[in-house]
């Protein structure tokens, strides 16, 4: 049973999972606001085979914070960015929570690179951990908290 589904705008690119997110979170580093040209981005993770898609999406690829690989897939006809997948956390996918159809139900729980929030976007009630760097080990416990619904 399909539970997810979405696209880009035009619709050449689009997606479904039968699974419920692992985790959401906002990110507010600096590649991901100018990547997304917005104060931050809100990411629907998943395990990379939970999701299937459809259409060509092209790649940009650069180095993050840390030094390895981030790669950034987005249409090539709208421009839309579906998706990022990083070396730090392989297997993983990261979702834009834009290009789903049913966007509104997510609410994110984790915010990371706070030290380059900007003061305007207030406090958001639903976050339930703030970490002012990436937070990695503990973005992974938190998904591995999630993996009963996988079952």
């Known amino acids: 049973m399909i539970r997810h ?3 880009c705008y ?3 690119i689009q ?4 699974f419920d997110p692992m985790l959401i979170f906002n990110c507010h580093c600096l590649a991901c ?11 629907v993770v998943y395990n ?3 999701v299937d898609f459809s259409g060509e999406m092209k790649l ?3 180095k993050g914070g840390t030094g390895k690989g981030v790669y950034k897939y987005f249409c090539d ?3 839309c960015r579906i998706l990022t997948k990083v070396d730090l956390i392989e297997g993983l996918i990261y979702i834009d929570m834009g290009v789903f ?20 976007l207030g406090e958001f009630g639903c976050i339930k951990e703030s970490f002012e760097d990436n937070g990695t080990i503990e973005r992974i416990q938190l998904c591995m908290e999630n993996l009963d619904q996988r079952e």
């Open 60 to 62: 940009f690829s650069y």
């Open 77 to 79: 006809n709208c421009g």
């Open 101 to 120: 159809d049913d966007w509104n139900i997510f609410e994110p729980k984790v915010e990371i690179w706070t030290k380059y929030k900007k003061n305007w």
């Open 5 to 7: 589904k979405g696209g």
């Open 48 to 50: 990379e085979a939970e």
């Open 15 to 18: 997606f479904s999972t039968e």
């Open 33 to 43: 606001k100018k990547v997304s040209g917005s104060p931050m981005s809100t990411a």
């Open 10 to 12: 035009c619709q050449k």
